[in-house]
């Protein structure tokens, strides 16, 4: 059987070709243009189909759904997949390796070690950054820290030096499930110090040089850019160890990128896909490798309604429920067409199957890369959370993420701010007006849904996550 590939009627899906690449090139932006050009093509080619066409212009039966939920159902199972050795994983980032040492300073909670500074001291440290493009905040935050830059250098062995840190923990995801809201709670923690961007996005993204999902990979942000962006917590830390500062030594820092749980769409520009169809390496093994002690939170909802959220909130100006509906039923029979002839996670995974469905019905299947997640990491180093209980009981939920991150209790004061604070990255009022997506599209992707949540639900051995 041809994993590489999928038909569907007169669709037929491929999973493009691409050699191995290591940096942003002329062949990238070519590489790109195929796959739109493939997307395009493949789109067209489904929607002119002329068994598939007739179902298109006109709303299918609930039958013809459920049978295509079914047929779905049928060909989902979940298999290990096969870790890479670290060897493996150097080959791909030498850099990465060679700039994050094997083991952190021990009087420090967050990961932090001392590094050689290179290059001319009297130079602004954050000319070249290039997350000071990307938000005024991070410009502002970087001039900031180049006033004190040199003081906080330390000489050693005859070499100046600068701390450096990685994030202590990681919210991981999932989109449109509370990550905005969770960050903005826990940054009200004293031992918690948190800095622009809430996401980053470098582990799954812009270590490759890509801003955003579906655009050809660039001009890559350096591990040195990604690092600074903790240098303000760095700074304290330093100012601790030099006992000046009272900074508590339990002081931590983190980030909230919603994509580093599930967007692995970058690997193709790693690896040589014609030869395996699900990603031989994963965002994870790579965080793994060089901090096997991270904490990691995921906080998810109802897949359904995360879903509609997701529609709403990237979808375009002629939202309706018909159209959700529609584009449901589309994204449904490419994931069908593809569980055909390739495996779920060469399917989860797939960037050409990404770019062809009109909704991300694939970031709902959580436990896919919940099990992904935990062939690298403990259990116990992973918090899954619901948003639907954190909404309900937020004292209660940020206890548990504070116990999580081994955190010492806040005063009463603090606890009032936390939970009184107003909810984070609510619903657009003009999306309200839309009110909620037909009940038969509700019905078909709970029926889409349910054997995934089932799963999830055995994983975490928590029947709340059944939904």
């Known amino acids: 059987m041809n994993r590489g590939k999928f038909t569907s009627g007169s669709l037929r899906l491929k999973v493009p070709h691409y050699a191995p690449q290591r940096s ?14 493939l997307v395009y093509f493949i789109v067209a080619s489904y929607l002119l ?20 939920v079914r047929s779905i159902r049928t060909k989902v199972t979940f298999r290990a997949r096969r870790v890479p050795a670290v060897s493996e994983l ?16 021990p009087d420090v909670k967050n990961p932090c070690w001392y590094e050689e500074l290179r290059g001319n001291v009297s130079a602004y440290p954050y000319g070249s950054n290039l997350y000071s493009r990307l938000s005024s905040n991070i410009q502002n935050t970087f001039e900031r820290l180049s006033a004190t830059f040199k003081k906080q250098l330390i000489l050693h062995d005859g070499k100046l030096q600068r701390l450096r840190c990685l994030p202590y923990f990681y919210i991981i995801g999932q989109a449109k499930c509370g990550t905005t809201d969770l960050y903005e709670r826990l940054r009200l923690h004293p031992d918690v110090h948190l800095t622009p961007p809430k996401e980053p996005h470098w582990w799954s ?17 350096p591990l040195d850019h990604y690092l600074d962006l903790f ?21 931590i820092t983190g980030e909230a990128s919603a994509s580093t749980m599930w967007d692995n769409m970058a690997w193709s520009y790693l690896h040589d896909i014609s030869r395996e169809a699900e990603p031989p390496s994963l965002v994870q093994d ?49 994931f069908d067409a593809c569980l055909r002839d390739a495996g779920l996670r060469a399917c989860v995974y797939s960037s050409t199957l990404y770019y062809a469905m009109s909704v991300r019905l694939h970031v709902g299947l959580y436990v896919v890369f919940i099990l992904d997640w935990l062939s690298v990491f ?6 899954v959370l619901r948003l639907e209980d954190h909404a309900a009981n937020l004292t209660h939920s940020m206890n548990r993420v504070f116990h999580f991150l081994q955190l010492g209790p806040v005063s009463e004061q603090t606890e009032r701010l936390i939970s009184r604070r107003p909810v984070a990255n609510t619903r657009d009022p003009s999306d309200r007006k839309l009110g909620p997506m037909k009940p038969v599209t509700r019905e078909l992707l709970r029926q889409f849904y349910a054997p995934f949540n089932q799963k999830l639900s055995a994983v975490l051995q928590d029947e709340s996550f059944m939904w």
């Open 205 to 221: 993204r812009r270590k490759f040089g890509i801003i955003r999902p579906g655009d050809p990979p660039l001009t890559r942000f």
């Open 49 to 68: 189909s002329r068994g598939e066409r007739k179902t298109l212009l006109k709303d299918p039966s609930e039958s013809t759904l459920r049978d295509l």
């Open 286 to 334: 790579f965080i793994h490798a060089v901090q096997p002690d991270a904490r990691l939170i995921a906080i998810l909802r109802d897949p359904v309604e995360r879903l509609y959220s997701d529609y709403l909130y990237f979808g375009t100006s002629n939202e309706s429920t018909l159209d959700f509906h529609q584009k449901v039923c589309e994204s449904l029979r490419l």
């Open 231 to 251: 240098d303000p917590v760095a700074q304290q830390i330093q100012h601790r160890l030099l006992g000046n500062s009272s900074i508590s030594s339990s002081i």
């Open 90 to 105: 150097l080959d791909l980032d030498p850099h990465m390796f060679s700039v994050i040492p094997l083991h952190f300073l």
């Open 378 to 383: 403990s259990r116990d180093q992973l918090l």
């Open 24 to 37: 942003p090139s002329l062949a990238s932006l070519i590489k790109f243009c195929g796959i739109i050009l």
